[in-house]
């Protein structure tokens, strides 16, 4: 089997691409799974480290306003569509699937064109408009919420729920090794913290007050933030001068909480964690519902289309999450609403019962079927 999959722009996109052609891989051995991205995006690294050879098409979104911006983008939406039926015609695939991004478009809608099997992968709760551009020309669509179905103006028998691709690693981990692994007793309330890789200013802000008005004063709490790499380094010196102290360049502790750059052991992490206050990210919330957390979910309003927030109330709609948006945000907010859970043991458990019947945990397998079913037909 010959596959062609294509996502760019945000990690949001790239990993399920990559979750998906690594689990082809593993299904069909004798795969040949190659990438088509952009020549500047994230994708470049995270492909080649997922050891995937990578193709390139020059293509960029267009903005709301009239801007010369939009000239260049309308040229490239049909230059890169020539260049992906190039790439298409010497690979040979059998099938082309796209995760999102503006980089889909052309690689997905040439091979359909080409009459090549397609397929798309929509991760969020309100399609984006690429997915939606796309929906009429692909064979399959692949949705993660079920209330995504009213967005698609098209045959809705090619409309499949299939759930985000969560990994392996975080589908495996156990909330009672993680802890010990951790050194985390049973009898603690473990709180995980984090606004992004890259930081968020305003929940670095809102946790650094959680965590000075109430973690640290609290002897059943365990507190872990993240910052984000963009965020440490002002954020140190504040704790610094709460007493904090260098575990390592990259953590500080003092009591019962820490605080890093960056968390590489996410898996673990969130397992051990009873409360999580994080992003919307698609994939983020998906993590959330599969491990089963009670979350204080803070949407960014820095993304295209405010998706997070659209995927943030599809949780809130099910009593599944408590939302609080940035523009409500402050650290008195945060610690009435995390309170709540520490102090509730009831209302948290049925918030966890609740965000759990959110999760898929076989989604990879929903998409290797639709996958096998796809490379079947003429």
């Known amino acids: 089997m010959r596959v062609l999959v294509s996502g760019g722009g945000t990690a949001g996109h790239i990993n399920p691409a990559l979750s998906i052609a690594d689990k082809i891989k593993a299904e069909y051995k004798d795969a040949v799974i190659e990438y088509v991205g952009t020549p500047n995006g994230m994708e470049n690294s995270l492909a080649a480290k997922a050891g995937y050879k990578i193709h390139h098409v020059k293509v960029r979104g267009f903005k709301r306003k009239l801007t010369i911006k939009n000239v260049d983008a309308a040229v490239k939406a049909v230059t890169s569509v020539i260049k992906a039926k190039k790439i ?29 099997k397609t397929a798309i992968h929509e991760q969020n709760a309100v399609p984006g408009v690429t997915t939606k551009m796309l929906s009429k020309y692909v064979d399959k669509i692949m949705i993660s919420f079920e209330n995504s179905r009213a967005f698609f103006d098209c045959d809705s028998s090619k409309i499949v729920f299939v759930g985000n691709p969560v990994s392996e690693k975080m589908l495996r981990a156990d909330k009672k090794t993680s802890r010990e692994k951790l050194g985390i007793s049973d009898d603690k309330t473990v709180i995980l913290s984090a ?6 200013k305003m929940v670095n802000a809102a946790a650094y007050e959680l965590i000075k008005d109430y973690s ?32 390592d360049e990259d953590t500080l502790t003092k ?5 890093k750059k960056y968390i590489y052991n996410m898996d673990e992490m969130l397992s051990a964690a009873d409360i999580v206050v994080c992003r919307a990210g698609a994939m983020t919330l998906s993590e959330i519902a599969c491990l089963g957390k009670a979350a204080v979910i803070i949407p960014s309003p820095n993304v295209t289309n405010n998706h997070q927030f659209k995927n943030t109330k599809v949780l809130v709609d099910g009593n599944a999450a408590v939302c ?5 945000l402050s650290g008195e907010k945060l610690i009435q609403e995390v309170s709540k859970y520490v102090n509730n043991v009831q209302y948290r458990k049925t918030t966890e019962e609740n965000i759990k019947k959110f999760a898929v945990y076989d989604t990879l397998d929903r998409i290797i079927g639709i996958v096998r079913e796809l490379a079947s037909k003429d």
Not at 91 to 113: C, E, H, L
Not at 195 to 200: D, I, P, T, V, Y
Not at 324 to 328: L, R
């Open 216 to 247: 640290l004063k609290k002897e059943n709490i365990i507190h872990f933030h993240a910052t984000g790499k963009g965020g440490y380094d002002e954020q140190s010196e504040l704790y610094k001068a709460l007493g904090f102290e260098n575990a």
């Open 255 to 259: 009591n019962n909480v820490t605080v």
């Open 324 to 328: 609080i948006e940035e523009k409500d």
């Open 195 to 200: 606004g992004g890789s890259l930081g968020a």
């Open 88 to 116: 298409i015609k010497d690979f040979k695939p059998d099938i082309v699937i796209g995760t999102g991004g503006y980089v889909s478009w052309p690689v997905v809608k040439a091979a359909s064109k080409m009459h090549i």
